[in-house]
């Protein structure tokens, strides 16, 4: 017998009431990260050692500052959850445990909001 | 609660190391050094957004012979992470658990790491004419 309530065995978020989100969110930014970080590799061999203006011709083209974006998000949503599970995992003081994983998120915000501003200023700016 | 003298499990220091143990840090390692890597990406941007002062000194740093060690091992880091996550994805779908299946797939990401990261370099060099 279970002693969960019907409610709570129909929403299935179990004890830590996020259920299996942070563990799908991982799992699709991991896919979407696969064909985006061939791409980047591939762009940043093309553009290694480029000048001021062939790197803002590269970032600030339509494709590339939409693939650069996603890019950015992908892999700033995607690093936070997985720091955020090291930090579950081996840090066992509550309150350090709550400050680290609070200085990770709002870390991979500020630098995933600067580089997407970076992008959107190069290319609307020129 | 006194919760910060617990033992912790598995004890690494009585276990003998396997491949299948050490890839498995090893794509938690690297994950870290991605996180870590990724402030590399958001100068570049950043740099280029700014203006050509910014962005030379970020290139100068990438040219670096510390600046390049760091981008090679930040590459490895990266085509580990990629392929051992590739063979996690296949994981989860619930196929290679096998002992002989996950210890050939545990030997495919090694080779595949090593040659995606040479195989980048050379094309990166060639692309740039030499050293």
């Avoid at chain 1, 892999?75 to 959850?81: E, K």
């Avoid at chain 2, 290139?59 to 085509?79: M, N, P, V």
């Amino acid at each position: 017998m279970s002693a969960r309530t019907p409610l709570g065995r129909a929403r299935g978020l179990g004890s830590a009431k996020t259920g299996t989100g942070h563990w799908w969110a991982q799992r699709v930014t991991a896919l979407a990260l696969v064909p985006l970080i061939i791409w980047f590799v591939v762009s940043m061999i093309i553009v290694t050692g480029a000048d001021h203006e062939a790197a803002k011709a590269f970032i600030g083209s339509p494709i590339n500052a939409v693939l650069l974006i996603l890019l950015i998000i992908a892999t700033f949503h995607h690093g936070q959850l997985g720091l955020q599970v090291v930090i579950e995992d081996y840090i066992h003081t509550k309150w350090l445990e709550v400050a680290l994983i609070l200085s990770v998120k709002g870390a991979a915000i500020f630098l995933g909001v600067a580089s997407v501003y970076a992008v959107f200023a190069i290319a609307l700016g020129g | 609660m006194a919760t910060e003298n617990r033992p912790l499990s598995p004890h690494l220091q009585v276990y003998r190391p396997q491949l299948t143990s050490v890839l498995s840090i090893l794509h938690r390692a690297t994950g870290i050094a991605l996180a870590v890597g990724t402030l590399l990406l958001v100068w570049w941007l950043i740099a280029a957004a700014t203006g050509p002062t910014a962005f030379d000194t970020v290139q100068s740093f990438i040219g670096s012979i510390f600046g390049r060690i760091l981008l090679l091992a930040w590459t490895y880091a990266l085509f580990y992470h990629l392929s051992n996550g590739i063979r996690h994805l296949v994981w989860d779908s619930g196929k290679g658990f096998e002992l002989g299946t996950a210890y050939a797939s545990g030997w495919l990401v090694v080779v595949a790491s090593v040659v995606l990261t040479v195989i980048s370099w050379v094309a990166g060099y060639a692309v740039q004419g030499g050293l």
